[in-house]
């Protein structure tokens, strides 16, 4: 969100997540048996959609990536990571609904998934829906309290929501963080603004342009 970097940095975070490479591993108790290799070989399979699937989004082909999270899933239907990537993917083009379905799954999977709740709190947020986007990234914070970009974009929803203090809190928080996020001073300016403060916004913008002078 990042005012989302006038919005654009919620979907940049999601990109950024996509690329983190992360490789399924099979875990396989040897004693011994036999068929240790048939037991091994559709996980990896499921690893090659996987990987095929990350590398399709890297390009910006979402419908390829789609395809190829897909067979992962049929695959391996217990594995998080391939729901959770499949759901960025469906995010990308649009499809907040699908999207929210997979970020469901990989959350019912693993409850513990912080990204997947800061995933489809973005997708809330582009369908409208403030409220369960702030519960999502109550939760992100929740499990990762260090979380800089949950702060920043819960603040940015509540400004959606008229609720400029509790945005400049978050955005205090997100600075204390990273005093280097730009974009966070960006939106406390604005909801200084909006509040009235525009001493205390000139302040923020200023301070803004000096850790990103290109965005003036």
Not at 158 to 174: M, P, T, V
Request: aromatic letters at 12%; one cysteine or more; proline letters at 3%.
């Amino acid at each position: 969100m990042q005012r989302m970097n006038g919005e654009k940095r919620l979907r940049g975070d999601v990109v950024r997540t996509l690329v983190l490479r992360i490789v399924l591993v099979g875990v396989v108790l040897f004693c011994g048996c036999a068929g240790t290799t048939e037991v091994m070989q559709p996980r990896e399979d499921a690893a090659v959609y996987n990987e095929r699937g990350l590398a399709d989004c890297n390009k910006g082909q979402y419908d390829d990536a789609i395809s190829s999270y897909t067979k992962a899933i049929e695959i391996d239907p217990g594995n998080p990571i391939i729901y959770y990537n499949r759901g960025c993917a469906y995010h990308e083009k649009g499809y907040y609904d699908e999207a929210i379905s997979d970020f469901n799954k990989a959350l019912e999977i693993n409850p513990g998934n912080g990204a997947a709740y800061s995933s489809r709190a973005y997708a809330y947020y582009e369908k409208g829906h403030y409220d369960e986007a702030i519960s999502d990234f109550n939760e992100a914070i929740e499990i990762n309290p260090g979380n800089g970009a949950a702060y920043s974009d819960r603040a940015y929803t509540y400004c959606k929501k008229g609720l400029y203090d509790e945005a400049i809190s978050d955005f205090n928080k997100a600075i204390e963080i990273n005093p280097g996020n730009g974009a966070a001073y960006s939106g406390r300016a604005y909801a200084y603004c909006k509040k009235g403060l525009y001493d205390e916004a000139i302040s923020d913008f200023n301070k803004a342009l000096e850790i990103s002078p290109g965005n003036g």
